[in-house]
């Protein structure tokens, strides 16, 4: 069974610092995706990366996958209440010949003001 | 405004009364899958529908069913709900082919509570 570990669960800061979390596997995976879930919502997709060492950036989000395609990092500068949420990441492997996405079980993010 | 929907958003029922929660998307996508999150368990896939007249299960089938006679709705039917399924639940959506790229579209959940 392929599992995304994501690290920390809880992450709580002041805003203007900067943080990183993680995602790790020991599948290699075809890409992988990041979300941002607030309270009451729905995740909303925020990166996709695909290369191996590909790096993205969203504002102040550094997105990050693994050379060998098994871990991700997002890394956020300058945190900011707006970016309070549980961040997922998601993993796309193929089993039985279908791609299959799966997530991990979440970072929960809380910048205090 | 390119969406899915799912209603109803909360919803509180007793033990063994059927059920039928709606998903409907307007974006045309093929893919369309059903997912419940619940706390230490993150989300899990309950089933999935690659197009039209096609469902597989996921990795938590047992208790619901589903059906995709068109293209743009996905309802997930308990036919008799037990606490066990109390759960947020998700319907997400994305075109065929590109759920790597495009990723997943979600509604904005159902909060099911079964008593």
């Known amino acids: 069974t392929q599992l995304l570990e994501q690290s920390p669960q809880f992450l709580s800061i002041q805003e203007g610092e900067n943080l990183t979390v993680y995602c790790n596997s020991s599948s290699v995976f075809s890409s992988l995706q990041w979300y941002r879930q607030e309270p009451g919502e729905g995740p909303v997709l925020l990166v996709t990366v695909v290369t191996g060492g590909e790096v993205k950036k969203l504002k102040r989000l550094t997105f990050q996958f693994g050379d060998a395609r098994k871990d991700s990092s997002l890394h956020i500068t300058a945190a900011q209440p707006g970016d309070t949420g549980l961040y997922l990441c998601?993993?796309?492997?193929?089993?039985?010949?279908?791609?299959?996405?799966?997530f991990g079980k979440g970072t929960r993010l809380h910048i205090l003001p | 405004e390119a969406q899915v929907t799912q209603n109803p958003r909360y919803l509180i029922t007793v033990t063994g009364k059927k059920l039928t929660v709606t998903c409907s998307q307007n974006?045309?996508?093929?893919?369309m899958s059903w997912y419940r999150q619940d706390p230490g368990l993150g989300l899990r896939q309950i089933y999935y529908?690659?197009?039209?007249?096609?469902?597989d299960k996921g990795d938590v089938p047992e208790g619901y069913k589903v059906s995709r006679k068109e293209k743009r709705n996905f309802p997930l039917i308990l036919e008799s709900p037990s606490p066990n399924q109390t759960s947020l639940y998700f319907c997400?959506?994305?075109?065929?082919?590109?759920?790597?790229?495009?990723?997943?579209?979600f509604g904005s959940g159902t909060r099911l509570t079964v008593v």
């Open positions: 974006m045309n996508h093929e893919y």
């Open positions: 997400a959506s994305s075109p065929a082919g590109e759920r790597a790229s495009y990723g997943y579209t």
């Open positions: 998601a993993g796309e492997v193929q089993v039985n010949r279908d791609d299959k996405i799966i």
């Open positions: 529908s690659m197009n039209v007249e096609v469902t």
